[in-house]
């Protein structure tokens, strides 16, 4: 069984992510949404209220071989865990790959099993990132055209001014 990881901070989770989590998803038997701490980043929800944005997320499009989770510690051992040996990661502009490059590298000095796969996102979300859904939410402004349905009365409740 091919297990993939899709790690990602998605705080919270966007079109963006959930056009990668759909398209993975049809390319592995399994893949593993897992909501990873980033000490580097001040995030604003939880690591289980973003876990569980994504798992009404991922219900509402009926992927049943996405599952989600949420890990604080190295992705490389993450996979081991899991039985994973390929991570999924979106790239949306040339400027996302320096950092993606370093990362997948350093992931497999970790673990010498992780591959990471590199998808390229679909042209309408490049502009996407959770923090231009946060600064747009933070202000009152209507975020339903950048994240899940199901979640956008929540998160926008959270971020509202
Ligand atoms: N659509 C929309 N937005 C996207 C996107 C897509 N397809 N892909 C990425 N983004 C956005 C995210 O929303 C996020 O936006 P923000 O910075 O405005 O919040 C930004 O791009 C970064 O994406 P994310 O995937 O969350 O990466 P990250 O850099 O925050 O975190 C981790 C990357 C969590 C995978 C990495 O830090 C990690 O692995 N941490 C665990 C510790 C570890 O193993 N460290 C060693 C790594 S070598």
Redesign the pocket.
């Known amino acids: 069984m091919k297990i993939a990881v899709y ?5 919270p989770v ?4 959930m ?2 989590i759909r398209r993975a998803s049809g390319m592995f038997d399994r893949l593993i949404v897992a909501v ?6 001040k995030v604003t929800f939880s690591l289980e209220e973003r876990a569980e944005f994504l798992r009404r997320a991922v219900e509402a499009e009926g992927l049943t071989n996405v599952t989600v989770d949420f890990y604080d ?4 051992n993450y996979l081991r865990t899991v039985g994973a040996t390929t991570l999924v ?2 790239l ?1 502009a040339m400027s ?1 790959f320096e ?1 993606e490059f ?2 997948a590298l ?2 497999r000095q ?1 673990n010498a099993d992780a591959d990471t796969a590199f998808l390229v ?1 679909s042209v309408e ?1 490049m502009y ?5 859904v ?1 600064e747009i939410g933070s202000y009152g402004g209507n975020i339903r055209d950048f994240v899940p349905e199901c979640v956008a009365a929540d998160i926008a409740a959270k971020l509202k001014p």
Request: hydrophobic share 35%.
């Open positions: 790690p990602g901070s998605f705080d966007t079109l963006g992510h056009d990668i990873v701490a980033n000490k580097n980043k510690g190295l992705v490389a990661r979106g949306r996302d950092n370093q990362m350093a992931n970790i996102t979300y996407l990132s959770s923090s231009l946060r």
